[in-house]
């Protein structure tokens, strides 16, 4: 194999950061952890370890010595997920940043198809990556996981369900809840607790209805229409 100039080795390794920061930067204005250095330095440092696997051992190349390129970058798409582990964050049921490790990961795949000098196969992924992390998105949320909510109201007794008992009661199925709000019924004794529980399907709703019967004080329950304003005097 030729070896490439220095100059286009250095070409690869600026492409590489760019590309990088192209992901990085979706993920930076959500807030994760994850975000625009990190991906940044993902995507350079692989192709920095696939350009060394390519060429840094053309000296010792002989008669009876091989290189096999392939055993370093398979090194690199598995090693890479200690950092993937590190972007997920677990809450009870509820599991975070898989989308953030799969981005490092696939970002890591970007640098070795760059360094191996595959530039309009790492362009492409990074349009592709991009789309589906900043397109897809407002689709799923729309279409999938705005579907899977569950908008429920309570009538209970005057100070009879805080955050406190609600969480006791449901124990580790409260993790579920997005939105929480208290306000008073039509009537002083009586409150009415609007409640939003996320990625949800039937089955495990009706699970947890079935403990809202544990909260003392808790006297109708109401699934309403998540397009439903919430009024205080609907009871």
């Not at 060394?52 to 010595?65: M, Q, R």
């Amino acid at each position: 194999m030729a070896m490439a100039s220095e100059m286009e080795l250095v070409g690869r390794l600026v492409m590489s950061a760019v590309l990088g920061s192209v992901i990085g930067f979706e993920r930076e204005r959500l807030s994760w952890a994850a975000g625009l250095r990190t991906h940044m330095l993902v995507c350079v440092g692989s192709t920095l370890i696939m350009i060394v696997s390519i060429y840094g051992f053309s000296d010792a190349l002989g008669e009876h010595v091989t290189l096999d390129p392939s055993r370093v970058a398979a090194q690199v798409v598995s090693g890479i997920g200690f950092l993937g582990a590190g972007a997920i964050l677990a809450r009870g049921q509820v599991i975070r940043g898989l989308t953030t490790a799969a981005s490092v990961w696939s970002v890591a795949g970007i640098g070795l198809a760059v360094g191996g000098g595959l530039y309009i196969p790492s362009i492409a992924a990074t349009i592709i990556i991009l789309l589906i992390l900043a397109g897809i998105k407002p689709l799923e949320k729309r279409f999938i996981a705005y579907q899977q909510r569950r908008h429920v109201t309570l009538k209970a007794r005057h100070g009879a369900v805080t955050l406190g008992t609600f969480n006791h009661a449901l124990g580790i199925s409260a993790n579920r809840v997005k939105q929480f709000i208290v306000q008073p019924a039509e009537t002083p004794e009586y409150d009415k607790v609007y409640i939003v529980f996320s990625r949800m399907s039937r089955e495990e709703y009706l699970m947890i209805r079935k403990k809202f019967n544990d909260i003392p004080g808790v006297e109708a329950i109401a699934e309403r229409a998540s397009d439903e304003e919430i009024d205080p005097y609907s009871w």
